[in-house]
């Protein structure tokens, strides 16, 4: 009933991701959803998590020793729903009420509304902090569960992150890993230009943590890096993943515009075009 490794192989977590971000692409334009560029900058990470890493029940979503998943980055929340619908955690058309009046499916996630929602977000610089106790009473229970943050580069400029990053190696959660997805942009600005946050890598290396920098759109190495991680016992674990904001579609790819804007009929075509769906 548990899974960890190899559901589908590279090739198909590849085409997964290309549907999903169809997917998400069309659910924006129909819901008049905004964030669509950092929806599709952490795609990649999102499945290669759950298709390939994190043990997890879809049909029993609060089994107690299941790797824990937090978006700490809660604006790509349409990311995360349309992932845990593909996963089987509920029908891929509960989504496309996202954003909706009354909908559950809402514009940041909310703990308990939804199954494999696993904490409220939204606020950056909060998801670290709620990980990181997760992980600590997985080892004082001495459950096998591990903690997973999924942040904004633009939320590493929170305080909060950085007292976070302090606590974990100081009680040796080698059972959390953060993710930051580096798409190099936040809502106004590019990041380094906002407060420059390079090296991060090293700044987290200096805090104690193991850190590593992957391409955040090479599933292949991405499975590699996380199962060469997961036997740490010691020491938290901290991936730099590189990544595009708007990946996948060439005039949404690296512009900052597509934070806010909601993608049209028109952008909706020629997004599942490029995607070749």
């Keep these: 009933m ?89 029908p891929l058309e509960q989504v496309v009420t996202f954003n909706k009046e009354k909908s559950l499916f809402t514009e940041h996630p909310v703990w308990k509304n939804i199954p494999g929602v696993e904490a409220t977000s939204g606020s950056l610089g909060h998801g670290l902090g709620i990980g990181s106790g997760m992980a600590l009473a997985a080892k004082i229970s001495k459950k096998p569960y ?52 390079s090296p991060l890598k090293e700044k987290f290396s200096a805090f104690g943590w193991a850190a590593y920098e992957v391409d955040g759109h090479d599933i292949g190495a991405m499975i590699t890096l996380f199962r060469s991680i997961l036997t740490s016992p010691e020491q938290p674990v901290a991936i730099i993943a590189h990544t595009l904001k708007g990946k996948g579609v060439s005039f949404m790819e690296d512009d900052n515009n597509w934070h806010y804007r909601v993608p049209s009929v028109d952008d909706v075509r020629k997004a599942h075009q490029e995607l070749g769906i």
């Design 146 to 197: 591990r903690t997973f943050v999924l942040m904004s580069d633009g939320e590493c400029e929170e305080g909060s992150v950085w007292e976070a990053a302090l606590f974990a190696p100081t009680h040796h959660l080698g059972n959390l890993v953060a993710i930051i997805d580096y798409n190099k942009w936040q809502a106004c600005g590019r990041s380094n230009e906002i407060m420059n946050l």
């Design 2 to 90: 548990t899974d960890s490794y190899g559901i589908l192989d590279t090739q198909a977590l590849d085409q997964l991701s290309r549907q999903i971000r169809a997917e998400i692409i069309e659910t924006a334009h129909k819901t008049d959803a905004m964030h669509l560029g950092g929806c599709l900058s952490c795609v990649d990470i999102l499945v290669t998590l759950y298709f390939d890493c994190m043990s997890v029940r879809p049909e029993e979503p609060a089994w107690p020793d299941r790797d824990r998943f937090i978006l700490s980055k809660g604006h790509a929340a349409l990311a995360l729903y349309t992932v845990l619908a593909h996963r089987g955690f509920y």
